[in-house]
């Protein structure tokens, strides 16, 4: 029987409401409406229940959170109940009197995502014209309030050519760290990957770059880069490891090992609306459904990788296999991994799709 760990980090969807539209969104296709939405009592209980499951950090997300106006008081109960907040924003609704509830709330900490340096670019990403500008004078008022800000960069054959600059800029930013997040391909992005996919010699520089940008900014600012999956040579563990540390909760309450788990069909997830938590993450059907080793395929429980990588990513075995139990195609051990790569090869050779962006009318 997999020994379960304590969960150290939840990602609450607190909505799927977002004025951007990036066509590479991480949220899933169909999106879940304000009218299902959790209220403001059912969070606390669900942050009280993590906290004393053994969480620590609480990452409150969307779509764009700030869209909830009950946000402050949110952030103020993690807060009685020993939650570290980080905020994950689009930051074209946060005004400043928005930032200094959350602030007086006591908001640990803000991840700003930013489409690009080059304004009109950026704003074509996102979809929302404008959209560059108050997220640089977002950065700016977080900064003077003295909280830390992470800047998040998106990157894609699109801004993939910008990326010294991004680095530079979340310096003059005054950013505490950096994070590179090459595109992942599942939900939105699958949908438009000949509108983002790099071409392998793009993706080997982009690398480089930052390899060499740590080493010069060392002790400035700390950047995280996460590479795409379709170049790599062994699998991403996924969050971890599919239910190992980490929780996500949609809008509507069902819990989730992964943030994509619900591409997984057959998969039944439980909803914080009928169990505890703890009952969901120690007994649910879908957090012990690749759980640990003993699920794996003999590929991956011969591997001396196999707690190391955890399998890979049961979402895109899903999409590039049509089984969640088979090895992640970008594990070059795969025998597919020759697919994904064909894949993302003839994808980053083609003239790139008009964006297919993100719809959503609330």
Known sequence: MTHVLRPIGLLAELTHRCPLQCPYCSNPVNLDRKSGELDTATWKRVFAEASELGVLQVHLSGGEPTARSDLPDIVAHCREVNLYTNLITSGVLLDQPALQRLYDAGLDHIQLSIQDVEEANADRIGGYRGGHAKKLDLAKRVVALGLPLTVNWVVHRQNIHNLGRMIELAVEMGAKRVEIAHTQYYGWAFKNRRALMPTYRQTLDAIALVEEARRRLEGVIVIDSVVPDYYARFPKACVGGWGRRAIN??????????????TIPGLVFDNVKDKPLSEIWLNSEAFNA?????????????????????????????????????????CSLSPLNATLRAMAEEDSAAEPDAFRYRRFGG
């Open 249 to 262: 909760i949609t809008p509507q309450g069902r819990v989730l090992p992964c943030h994509a788990a619900e």
């Open 290 to 330: 690749f759980r640990g080793t003993d699920w794996m395929p003999d590929l991956c429980r011969n591997c001396d990788r196999k707690e190391i990588d955890w399998g890979g990513c049961r979402c895109q075995a899903m999409a590039i296999t049509g089984s969640a139990s088979e090895t992640d195609p970008a």
